[in-house]
């Protein structure tokens, strides 16, 4: 059974602060980039997930493609991306992803996706599929891989990963005290396991996690010390920004100064890249995680 979103429990949404605030998405390169999503009947997690560095990115010429569909199975309090029964997956995209990055002339694609898990296998074969053919259409580009929780089927992680991607992202997305009202039907050790995993396969690793949902400071540095633990070598951590109504409040907005001291304690760590800071997304600069 699909449960539903949890309700805000203040739904008085917090006045952001300066530090917040971004560009409305205008000029030539976005009109460009919006024309190629909807001529290919692509899905981006930039729209999908209200993500407020669209502008930027897109006027930049880049675009996170989320392939296997906009519907997911899961219920995360915290996601703009609708929940529900997915229709069968279509066994075309992969080519229209391919296609789309090579016209757009993209030199580091970054390919997300719903949660599929009524898929024996998680939707690892439209996974495999969609990075060899970027590929085999765009022998120079990059790519980066943010992955979904695959609930421990093993074999399906081996396949996603093995399509020759250059980095393999999973995101914690919270710390583990707020597991059950941010990511309900995900389970904190299982998240590690899997980055785990993907790093003993010889990937390049990365995760990302939100602030702003309730944690405290001292939960966030034990987050990243798990991460680390367990063969994280990027890591990127963002400000919550509540989507609707519907979804978890903001707890707090969080100063970049603290931003500033998680990037620095990351980094002694001995992670190899942090991105932290407001404004922070999982596939924000993602050309520099390489």
């Not at 917090?14 to 009947?41: A, F, H, N, T």
């Not at 296997?68 to 929940?83: I, Q």
């Not at 053919?133 to 093993?154: F, H, N, Y």
């Amino acid at each position: 059974m699909i449960e539903l979103p949890v309700v805000a429990e203040n739904n008085e949404r917090k006045r952001r602060p300066s530090w917040l605030r971004v560009k409305l998405p205008i000029g030539e390169d976005y009109k460009r980039v919006r024309k190629l999503v909807d001529e290919y009947q692509l899905h981006t997690i930039c729209q999908s997930g209200n993500c407020p560095n669209m502008g930027e990115c897109w006027g930049a010429g880049t675009a996170t493609f989320m392939i296997l569909g906009n519907t997911c199975t899961r219920s995360c309090s915290f996601c703009a991306v609708k929940t529900g029964r997915p229709p069968e997956y279509d066994e075309d995209e992969p080519r229209r992803v391919a296609e789309a990055i090579r016209l757009m002339e993209v030199k580091h694609a970054v390919l997300t996706s719903v949660n599929r898990d009524e898929l024996a296998d998680r939707g690892a074969e439209i996974w495999y599929q969609t990075v060899r053919q970027v590929k085999e259409q765009s022998p120079s580009t990059t790519i980066e891989t943010l992955i979904p929780d695959v609930k421990g089927a093993w074999e399906a992680l081996e396949r996603m990963i093995e399509g020759g991607q250059e980095v393999v992202s999973h995101n914690m997305e919270t710390v583990p005290r707020l597991y059950r009202k941010v990511r309900p039907q995900a389970k904190y050790e299982r998240s590690l396991d899997q980055i785990k995993r993907t790093k003993a396969a010889g990937m390049r690793t990365k995760s990302g996690i939100m602030v702003g949902l309730g944690e405290s400071h001292d939960e966030v540095l034990k987050t990243l010390s798990n991460l680390k633990d367990h063969g994280c070598d990027v890591v990127t951590i963002g400000q919550y920004l509540q989507p609707t109504r519907m979804h978890l409040a903001v707890d707090r907005f969080v100063h970049p100064d603290e931003f500033a001291e998680y990037r620095e304690e990351g980094l002694k760590l001995g992670f190899d890249f942090v991105e932290s800071g407001p404004l922070v997304r999982s596939s924000y600069h993602a050309e520099r995680h390489l």
